[in-house]
């Protein structure tokens, strides 16, 4: 057995010419596939029942599903996604006045260990299929539809897992994400976020991707970079501004630095210097300012308000182009490092 979703059109389009059927139903299927995003080969209603019966002798649909939704005052609504083997990760609807936007995972689990992220203490899993990253955006959407009557109009890989290692699978993703033969949506209205695969941007410069690109940065010298991400060890800050300069001078594209303020640790002036130098090497569009969400796993507290806002002032008055950004979604761990939910069916 087939997953139908990973044939390409001229592959089905073989398949049927041996079957001694017209090209034209391999088109049929396809459009089924990722237009309609049908769940099950009986649901293709304009095939014979014949063909439908034979191609699921062949071929299954797995179909990601909703295993249960919790909704924020604010608006935000957090999804537990089952995947077909039964494993689980969340994806994020955050509607605001101006945007409805879908946080979605790349991963199951993630294996770099961040200390101030609660997806950082499970384990990796497997990374996702394309075509589930793909479902992942299908059902966030209709929850945009159902709830606004809204379609998404932005997409941030900012869930679960690290993106960049499970390169081909998202970039495969987004080819289907922004094809006009499937969902049709801007890559420029797509972020990819990564916690620092120098390699992999660099990779993504060559390949010379439409979409923008975050780093997760959260402090701005090594030291302190590897207490709280591992990853750093390997991939230091030089290594990434090189790997940043190569990627923009390769696509033009939007770069954009996270910066989570954690108290007593990278919320001081001097931090703000190290930021601001770190800023001026790499052609960054904006500096994301985000305040910390508890997690039960960390010892990290958010620090008090008039110390982000001194923060965000000093950055303004030496021309960083910075933005606060109020999380949404607290209230049901749907914010920004909390997503965590674990992984069997019974919890």
Known sequence: MKNLRQSSLEELQAVFKEWGEPAFRAKQVYEWIWKKFVG????????????????????????????????????????????????????VLIPTDKRMTACVSSQVGCSLSCKFCATGYLPRKRNLDYDEIVDEVVLINEQAQKHYGKNLSNIVFMGMGEPLLNYKNVLKAIEKI?????????????????????????????????????????????????????????????ALVDALNHFYTMTGNEITFEYILFKDFNDSLRDADELIKLYRKVPA??????????????AFEKPEEDVAERFMEYLESKKVNARLRRSRGKDIDAACGQLANVDHPTA
Request: glycine share 4%; proline share 4%; net charge negative.
């Open 40 to 91: 099950d080969i009986s649901e293709m209603t304009n095939l014979s029942k014949s063909l439908r019966e034979k191609l699921a002798e062949h071929y299954y649909i797995p179909k990601v599903k909703v295993h249960h939704a919790q909704y924020s005052n604010d608006g935000t609504i957090k999804s537990r996604l089952q995947l077909h083997d039964t494993h689980f990760i969340e994806g």
């Open 178 to 238: 922004t094809s006009p033969d499937s969902l049709g949506m801007s890559p420029r209205r797509i972020t990819v976020s990564t916690a620092g695969v120098a390699k992999m941007i660099r990779q993504l410069g060559d390949d010379q991707v439409k979409f923008k690109l975050a780093l997760s940065l959260h402090a701005a010298n090594d030291e302190k970079r590897n207490e709280i991400m591992p990853i750093n060890e390997s991939n230091n800050l030089a």
């Open 285 to 298: 569009d904006l500096v994301n300012i985000i305040e910390y969400n508890p997690i039960d796993a960390a």
